[in-house]
């Protein structure tokens, strides 16, 4: 699928009552296209789903609206429009870098600091008030309550997880046996709101500073640990990962077991969509090559 430039315009045009002075593709991302558009000397960042991607765009501009201006560090939502095939939404572009691409050679301290910043607008996200469990932006009907929703991403994976090439069917049973151990012993009695698309890619650094996080499409009603493990999925054992959970565990109490099980959440969630593109059109990678911390994690469980 690609976008042309009237239905940019269009939209821009419907927010300002003027056409964008610039615009510009941004090549990350896979569930959106995304472009960085200039109106007045203003710039903001443009988000257009393909309709294969299920997102509630309206909930999603005013989940971000409540948390800027309850103070949390995300961008400015500016506009949406989720009545067309062609959903959109707009805000204010935060100036910086992605935190992947910022330069290797930062020192210990200043990562230690932008993980400490990171960890702290985890913190102010998670008490924005919700209400229900599971998903906040799909179709999906809110659970009674986290292990219902839990053991359904396990129930439905369990159904999906033979097709994926790189996981044998003794695997597949040492991960079942040990998610629905570690079901047990999770107890969530309020929900709280968890940003999911944890990664360096939707963390944006100015000046060595944390300026914000962006994208919001996999918001959970439920454990803030969880995004912990998604980000476990994508990073195994890395010195960052390693940075963050030091400061996480200074404000939550959870166990290695518990990042291990919610990666695994994960790929129960990620099994379905493995033999299919992307919203945008784009073909995935294996499994196990983008989300390289599963394999560290299947790995680690096998060792219990």
Known sequence: MSIDNKTINSFIFSQFGQLPSAVEQVEMGVMTFKYKVKVEGQDYMLRIYPPANTTNVSLEFKIMQQLFFRGCKVPEPVGYNNETSTACLIYKYIPGLALSQLPNAISDETAGIIAAQI????????????????FLLSSEKPFKDWQSFLQDAISRGEQHLASIKEIDQTTITTLLNFAKEQLQQIHIKQPSLVWNDFSKDNIIIHNNTLAGFVDFEGCVAGDPVMALGYLFAIEADSA??????????????FTYQTVLFYAMVRLFRLSKHINNAFPTGIKRDPLMVYFKGLQVAIEQIKLL
Do not use: C, R, W
């Open 240 to 253: 960052f990962l390693k940075t963050v959970m030091a400061q996480y565990k200074k404000h939550f109490t």
């Open 119 to 134: 960890v702290d607008n985890i913190i102010a996200l998670s008490k924005e008030p919700i209400g229900g469990f599971g």
